[in-house]
């Protein structure tokens, strides 16, 4: 379940580039973005959601906290060229919103202090490439205490005694309901189903008796 969008700075994209970016001609194929949450609390990631620009693949990378007991966070990697177009030389899902649930991750994004974001374009035939609009969405912490009415939270736990003194015995009541319901099947399976009328002898009409109405 998602608790909602966190608030992020995302770092100005750094493309890789193969050569000397003076005198080779070849436009970059590979840009990487890092995202940073501006409060420092490590956070566990339920999706992230955006939208294309020209990029065909995307790979994300989690900067993750340690356990207890262990010292400094871990780069883990947690979806690998994900494809956003299905033919890199075509504009098919080159402006199409996208989005990544961590179930399709490959480890669970839980603890995360940076999000880094790797795209990949291996055609030429664009400019620029990128990803717009993201929004990262937390997930709702589990162990969080939720909210309930007082009146569910005065119940009575399973656990403790019950008082009910001046009440009767529930073995008695259950009894007796079970007698009743015993002598109710009894009196029903008695009742005939025949109609009886009220001046009707033998399927006839007696005209003596219906001259006495």
Request: glycine share 4%; net charge negative.
């Amino acid at each position: 379940m998602s608790n909602g969008p966190v608030d992020y700075v995302a770092k100005t994209p750094v493309c890789l580039q193969i050569g000397d970016a003076a005198t080779n001609s070849l436009r970059p194929g590979v840009c990487v973005t890092d995202i940073v949450f501006p409060n420092g609390k490590p956070i566990k990631i339920q999706k992230i959601s955006f939208k294309n620009y020209y990029t065909a693949f995307l790979s994300l990378r989690l900067l993750r906290s340690e356990e207890e007991g262990q010292d400094g966070a871990k780069w883990v990697t947690c979806l690998r060229n994900f494809p956003l177009m299905a033919n890199p030389h075509d504009e098919a899902g080159s402006q199409d919103y996208f989005s990544v649930s961590r179930q399709q991750m490959l480890v669970e994004p839980d603890d995360v202090t940076s999000v880094r974001l790797i795209l990949r374009q291996p055609s030429s035939a664009w400019l620029n490439f990128n990803i717009e609009e993201i929004t990262i969405y937390d997930c709702v912490n589990e162990d969080t205490e939720r909210d309930v009415p007082a009146w569910l939270s005065s119940l009575t736990p399973a656990d403790e005694p019950l008082h009910l003194q001046g009440l009767p015995d529930p073995e008695t009541v259950s009894s007796s309901i079970q007698q009743m319901w015993a002598l109710t099947e009894v009196m029903q399976s008695s009742q005939t189903t025949a109609s009886v009328g009220r001046f009707d002898v033998d399927g006839c009409y007696d005209v003596n008796l219906l001259s006495y109405t």
